[in-house]
């Protein structure tokens, strides 16, 4: 069942536009203990994919509250919490959208993520590319083709995640996670001014590596500079954080920066 707009329900109108045109956003937390693990980023991140799309912001406390009950609920395991623009329009335009639509649900966490923690994971250049458009950059906007085409690569030569590029060759994330490299003691996250989600984990990392006196860039850099890394890992909110052993013939065995920030994403 769904939580949608405060009833449980199994469906949605037809003429959502989140169905229809993909007119939204969403974003994907961890719950932990009953809780859901930083809820505030989720929100921030949630009003700010909406004020960039011009959706009508859903009211903040109403829906912290729905995804506090929930998460009691639910004790471990996922929240998803996408908002439409709703039903209404024509056609493309979104003239008289008024009421938008919240939907909210609950599941599990992939398992095998503890498993990753522990061995870590091995990185495959995608052949699918991201486009740039910085007017959706960083935003979690239902429009997720490129990711759809990414993991169904994935999927037929069996590999757990991608390194993804953007349209430039430059590069961009993973699949469903964020990427940082280590070179000494600096620390590389892909400038996602192009293409991209900015997501709440990279955000904490950021945050708790600069509060840590870790110097920290966003970059924009080809694949090759990876070569030269120390330290390679990547993270979203519900891994939290996976150590990168292997990208093509490059080997990472280095786990300084990782075993650093492991206990502060709990």
Same mark, same amino acid.
């Given at each position: 069942?769904?939580?949608?707009?405060?009833?449980?329900?199994?469906?949605? !109108?037809?003429?959502?536009?989140?169905?229809?045109?993909?007119?939204?956003?969403?974003?994907?937390?961890?719950?932990?203990?009953? /809780?859901?693990?930083?809820?505030?980023?989720?929100?921030?991140?949630?009003?700010?994919?909406?004020?960039?799309?011009?959706?009508?912001? !859903?009211?903040?406390?109403?829906?912290?509250?729905?995804?506090?009950?929930?998460?009691? &609920?639910?004790?471990?395991?996922?929240?998803?919490?996408?908002?439409?623009?709703?039903?209404?329009?024509?056609?493309?335009?979104?003239?008289?959208? &008024?009421?938008?639509?919240?939907?909210?649900?609950?599941?599990?966490? !992939?398992?095998?993520?503890?498993?990753? /923690?522990?061995?870590?994971?091995?990185?495959?250049?995608?052949?699918?590319?991201?486009?740039?458009?910085?007017?959706?950059?960083? +935003?979690?906007?239902?429009?997720?083709?490129?990711?759809?085409?990414?993991?169904?690569?994935?999927?037929?030569?069996?590999?757990?995640?991608?390194?993804?590029? &953007?349209?430039?060759?430059?590069?961009?994330?993973?699949?469903?996670?964020?990427?940082?490299?280590?070179?000494?003691?600096?620390?590389?996250?892909?400038?996602?001014?192009?293409?991209?989600?900015?997501?709440?984990?990279?955000?904490?990392? +950021?945050?708790?590596?600069?509060?840590?006196?870790?110097?920290?860039?966003?970059?924009?850099?080809?694949?090759?500079?990876?070569?030269?890394? &120390?330290?390679?890992?990547?993270?979203?909110?519900?891994?939290? +954080?996976? !150590?990168?052993?292997?990208?093509?013939?490059?080997?990472?065995?280095?786990?300084?920066?990782?075993?650093?920030?492991?206990?502060?994403?709990?």
């Amino acid at each position: 069942m769904y939580l949608i707009n405060g009833a449980w329900q199994e469906t949605v !109108p037809a003429s959502d536009r989140g169905l229809q045109f993909g007119d939204g956003c969403f974003t994907t937390a961890r719950i932990l203990h009953g /809780q859901v693990r930083f809820i505030e980023r989720h929100l921030a991140r949630l009003l700010a994919g909406c004020q960039r799309l011009g959706i009508p912001q !859903p009211d903040s406390v109403i829906l912290a509250d729905e995804m506090q009950t929930l998460a009691r &609920d639910q004790g471990t395991g996922t929240l998803k919490v996408v908002i439409t623009r709703g039903s209404g329009g024509r056609g493309y335009s979104a003239h008289g959208c &008024d009421m938008p639509r919240r939907i909210l649900s609950v599941s599990g966490v !992939p398992g095998h993520y503890a498993q990753w /923690q522990q061995q870590g994971i091995t990185l495959v250049l995608s052949p699918i590319r991201m486009g740039c458009n910085p007017a959706l950059a960083g +935003i979690k906007h239902l429009n997720r083709l490129e990711q759809v085409l990414i993991r169904s690569h994935l999927e037929q030569i069996h590999a757990p995640e991608a390194l993804v590029l &953007d349209s430039d060759g430059m590069l961009v994330e993973c699949c469903a996670a964020n990427l940082f490299w280590r070179k000494n003691h600096r620390v590389y996250t892909p400038d996602l001014a192009l293409a991209g989600v900015d997501g709440t984990m990279r955000q904490h990392i +950021i945050a708790r590596l600069r509060y840590g006196g870790w110097t920290v860039e966003e970059v924009r850099e080809p694949a090759a500079t990876l070569a030269q890394a &120390d330290e390679v890992f990547i993270c979203n909110a519900l891994m939290p +954080i996976i !150590p990168v052993k292997r990208i093509g013939e490059h080997h990472y065995t280095d786990r300084q920066l990782y075993d650093f920030l492991a206990p502060l994403c709990e």
